[in-house]
Structure formats: C-alpha cells, structure tokens
C-alpha cells in the first residue's frame, strides 16, 4: 500500500511539472501573440492573425467574464481531472468559433451576426446559474430513474460533459465585441466565401481563445492543489465554485433577450476597462466604436435597458444567498435538535 501510494504521488508530481511547463508556456505564448497583434498591421489577413486576436479577446470586458466560468470548473478536481476540463472548455469553445466561421462564410456577410448570440448567452447564464445553486447544495441533482449516489465515473463524466457543454455556449462570448481584428479577420472570411477558409481560421481564432484560458486554469490548478485544499478543505472549494458559477450566470442572463448587453457595454467597469486596454495594448486590440457604427449598434436611452438588468443581477444574487443562510440554519437546528436528543 505504502509503495503504491509513493508510486502515485511520483506520478502525481512527474504530471504537476508538465502542467508547470505547459502553463508558462501558453502564457509565454500569449504574451508574445498580444505583444504581436499590438505591433502589427491588421490589413494583412493571415492565421497569425486569426491566433492573435483569439489571444487579445481574454483581456477585452466583453468576454473576460469567461474567465470565471472555466477556472471555478476545473478546480477542485485534481490535476488530470481539472486539466482535461479546461481542455474540455476550450474545444467546446473553439469548435463553436469554427461553426461561426464557416456560417460567415456561407452566409457572406456578418452584420447583425451577434443577435444570434443573444439566446446562447441567456442558455449559458443559465446553465451556469443551476450548475452553481447544485454545486452549493440548494438544489438536488438527481437521476429520475436512480435514487443513489453516482459512481465515481459516472460523476466524472458529467463534469466533463458539463465543461464541454459551457465551453460551446461561451463561444458565443466576443461574436459582438467590436474588436477590430476580430472583424478584420470576419470580413476577409465573408468575402472569401469559402467553408474551408471558414472553418480553418474559426478554429485557429477558437485555440487562440482557449490559449490564455487553459493557462490561467492551470496556474490555477497548480496554485490550489499544492497548498492541499483538494483534500483538506474541499467543501470551502466547492462552494466557491458554486458562489462563482452563480455570480457569473446571474450577471450574464440578462444579456440574453431579456435586456440586450446595452447595459454591460454602457457601464462604468466597461468603460474604464476598454480605455485601460486601449492606453496599454493599443487600437488594434481594444473594443472600437468604428466598429459598432459598421455593425448597426445605437446608443441605447431606455433606462430600464440601461439600469433594469442591474435590478434582475441583485435579484439573482440575493436570493440564493437568503436561500443559503436558510438551509445553513436549518441544517444546526437539525444538529442541536440531534444532539439534544442524544444526550444522556
């Protein structure tokens, strides 16, 4: 027993290096794409560029959010089973970019192209959100057909199931930011009118996405397993996992047909964030108002756009917070009633 256990904690560690190495590695490459696209032309359409503006979207505030989603999921898990959820998000992620590159490229245009967006974004949010209220224990995921825990393996593979499945949905974050690489590279792929070409530099903009994604997981990863809170403080880590999948998902639902993102794109956080972008890494990267005029998108008035969503994200969030507080006291009265009754 003792030498199996040495044996796996061997392996464990020969793992824990790889991991070291890939996750300096795709951060290193993230560095040096973003210092990249910075620096470069964007008339000249390659899939340099396609990989360079996949990378700039994760420092853009319309699909940093994507960041809380991924790193929550594939904590806690262990090293092989959280890296291969990242990696699991980021195919989810990036064949859906693929998908949208060959429908610009069948479609030959690609104004107006975000509304499609609008309800994957309410589906995500609220996938997220559910994910998050079972993670906390505030509702029962349970089989109809089978009462009893899952095994192991069954557990394992609706964790991956579900990493694939908020990776497809959160593709669709960035299809309506207006970076200007993004939509150079959207354009030359209209024009082009070619699935092949489509479908090539969808995928290769999706891995430039996932990029920096799978290396903040990983650091992440790292950083929680080897401080021993996998083992000695699992339930903290669940429920942070839980919190943050219900914050993410309460923030996103009303950027699906229920408000629009007027909201997000008008508020002060946004605001100060792509103008810090700008002064850093430059126009090319940043989210451009050029851009928004091409692509139909008007100021936006209505105070009830403007500030309702803010409303329904207060809404979301205080009530499993009540509804958390609520079952912690239930569950200690249980326990004081128990141990009333077992005192001698």
């Known amino acids: 027993m003792e030498t199996k256990f040495h044996q796996l904690n061997a392996t464990e560690a020969r793992f824990r290096v790889v991991l070291v190495v890939l ?73 859906t970019i693929a998908a949208y590159g060959v429908a610009v490229a069948s479609l030959g245009r690609i104004l107006y192209l975000d509304r499609i967006t609008l309800i994957m974004w309410l589906v995500a949010g609220l996938a997220a959100y559910v994910f998050g209220l079972t993670e906390l224990g505030l509702l029962p995921w349970k089989l109809p057909t089978y009462s009893g825990p899952l095994p192991g393996s069954i557990q394992q593979q609706g964790d991956y199931a579900r990493a694939f499945g908020m990776g497809l949905l959160l593709g669709n974050a960035g299809i309506g930011c207006p970076n200007p690489a993004f939509y150079v590279l959207l354009t030359y792929i209209a024009g082009s009118g070619s699935l092949g070409t489509g479908l090539a530099y969808g995928l290769i903009h999706g891995i430039g996405r996932a990029t920096p994604l799978l290396a903040l997981s990983i650091l992440a990863i790292l950083g929680v397993n080897a401080i021993g809170w996998l083992m000695a403080g699992r339930e903290r880590i669940q429920r942070a996992v839980g919190w943050g999948l219900v914050g993410w998902g309460a923030f996103i639902i009303p950027k699906g047909y229920l408000f ?10 946004h605001k100060v964030w792509n103008t810090l972008v700008h ?66």
């Not at 560029?49 to 929550?72: E, H, K, R």
């Not at 629009?260 to 956080?269: D, I, K, N």
């Not at 090319?284 to 008007?298: P, R």
């Open 23 to 95: 996750g300096l590695g795709l951060f290193s490459a993230s560095v040096v794409g973003l210092f990249s696209l910075a620096t470069s032309p964007l008339q000249v359409v390659s899939l340099t560029l396609a990989y360079t503006s996949g990378l700039s979207m994760i420092v853009l505030p319309c699909t940093l959010p994507a960041v809380f989603v991924i790193v929550p999921l594939s904590l806690g898990r262990g090293y092989r089973r959280g890296f291969l959820m990242a990696v699991l998000f980021g195919l989810g992620l990036t064949l």
């Open 279 to 344: 002064l850093w890494l430059g126009s090319n990267i940043a989210e451009s108002a050029e851009v928004e005029s091409v692509l139909g998108d008007m100021a936006v008035h209505n105070p009830w756009l403007l500030y309702g969503p803010w409303v329904v994200i207060a809404l979301l969030l205080v009530i499993p917070i009540l509804w958390d507080e609520y079952h912690r006291l239930r569950a200690g009265v249980r326990i004081v009633a128990h141990v009333e009754q077992t005192a001698p």
């Open 260 to 269: 629009g993102h007027a909201y997000w794109e008008e508020s002060v956080f």
